[in-house]
């Protein structure tokens, strides 16, 4: 079959998986069936048992393992879930190097489940090579990178990663959430394990929480299936089929979002009611040259800070098109606000620390009209200005 991306993106799964010879049918069957017969006492089909195995998920599972050029896939109920399953990999006693700027319930997953299994964590800034080198220790196991970072689209450079890990006998995991493997390749780059919230970007179209992980090596890969097998955390059926399906669609949908975030991060960098922008795709971003060596775009996420003379509440209420709500990666545009939001529970001057401020909102543009977007944006700043005092 062709190598090209987007073929693969709509034949990969039919291929691989399924082969529905009795109907004809393109769609995959939802096997809705949590056990299967089995004909003989000492003769065992594909599938025995669905947490184990099933043959909608086993479509998905293929797919993914052959977008990220991986070894194997695995598909969980959430990209939480893949997220622990790939840490359940570490024993009581290990160490893992993560990056500062990472997901919340990473975050949460890491500081507050794992070190009561007696595995610890160094929190870096992982723009600083330098920085991660010193938190290496020797029971060091996994240095976990995700790139761009959330919501400030900070870049790690993953190469470099790479090679410090494999020179400190250490895995690499990367969350690859925000490029997907349409832009970004990370085991390509040599990391181990790839995740994914296929909440976002993956599916498209806010309607199923998915996680997707997809290891290297054979290696890696078995004892992914055993955590995946063992904690039980598998993406049912139905939801594996809504994600095929969506899947499908990803870079017709992913090419106009980031070329209309873009547009509008140019926009954005202009406009008077913008004291600054974050976005990847933007020259003037700090890991603008080793992520247009890592990546093939900036993607459809970008964040701005608000000018002070902007009243925040009230140019979340003259908005009309985007949603404003948590998450990101749909065909609608989705606003968040990720000082009340995703970064809520950390305390304030934290925040601040890490540029987190109120003024601070993220953009997941979706496949609107992007004229549309940027009038929408305007006209709820002209209408959210203050007057100054003098
Ligand atoms: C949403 C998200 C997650 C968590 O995924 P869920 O599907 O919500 O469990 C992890 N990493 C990133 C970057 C995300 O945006």
Redesign the pocket.
């Known amino acids: 079959m062709s190598n090209q991306f987007d073929t693969k993106l709509i034949h990969a799964g039919l291929q691989q998986g399924f082969n529905e010879k009795v109907t004809g049918a393109v769609n995959p069957p939802i096997y809705l069936s949590s056990t299967y017969h089995q004909k003989e006492i000492n003769e065992f089909g594909p599938f025995d048992y669905s947490r184990s195995g099933n043959p909608t998920r086993e479509i998905l599972e293929k797919t993914i393992a052959q977008l990220e050029n991986g070894y194997a896939g695995y598909a969980f109920s ?4 893949a ?1 622990s399953s790939a840490f359940l990999l570490l024993e009581a006693g290990d160490h893992v190097v993560v990056t500062k700027d990472v ?1 919340g ?2 975050y949460r997953f890491i500081s507050q489940l794992l070190t009561s299994f007696s595995i610890s964590h160094t929190f870096v800034d992982m723009t600083n090579i330098a920085e991660i080198e010193k938190a290496i220790q020797s029971n060091t196991k996994v240095i976990y990178m ?1 790139t761009p970072a ?1 919501p400030l689209l900070q870049i790690t450079d993953i190469k470099k990663v790479v090679e410090l890990a494999k020179a400190n006998d250490c895995y690499t995991y990367l ?1 690859n ?2 490029m997907t493997p349409l832009y970004q390749n990370p085991l390509d780059l040599g990391v181990d394990i790839v995740l994914h ?4 970007f993956l599916s498209g179209h806010s309607d199923v ?3 997707l992980a997809v290891a290297k090596t054979d290696e890696l890969a078995a004892k992914l299936k055993f955590i995946q097998n063992t904690i039980g955390s598998i993406l049912s059926a139905q939801d594996s089929y809504t994600l095929i399906q969506g899947m499908k669609t990803l870079e017709t949908r992913l090419t106009k979002s980031s070329q209309s975030a873009l547009e509008i991060a140019k926009f954005l960098d202009e406009h008077h009611a913008i004291e600054k922008v974050y976005y990847p795709g933007l020259t003037d971003h700090p890991g603008f040259n080793v992520h247009h060596s890592q990546a093939k775009s900036g993607g459809a996420v970008l964040s701005f800070l608000l000018s002070e003379n902007v009243d925040i509440e009230g140019f979340v209420r003259k908005l009309e098109i985007p949603v404003f709500a948590v ?2 990666g749909a065909v609608e545009s989705i606003l968040s606000h990720p000082a009340t939001m995703s970064h809520a529970a950390m305390p304030p001057h934290e925040r601040k620390e890490r540029g987190i401020e109120d003024r601070l909102f993220r953009l997941s543009v979706g496949i609107e009209n992007v004229d549309d977007l940027i009038k929408d944006l305007n006209q709820s700043f002209q209408q959210s200005k203050l007057s100054l005092p003098l």
Do not use: C, H, R, W
């Open positions: 959430s990209g939480m879930a997220i997901y319930g990473t995700e959330n969350d959430t925000f919230s296929a909440t976002k929480v998915a996680g998450s990101l």
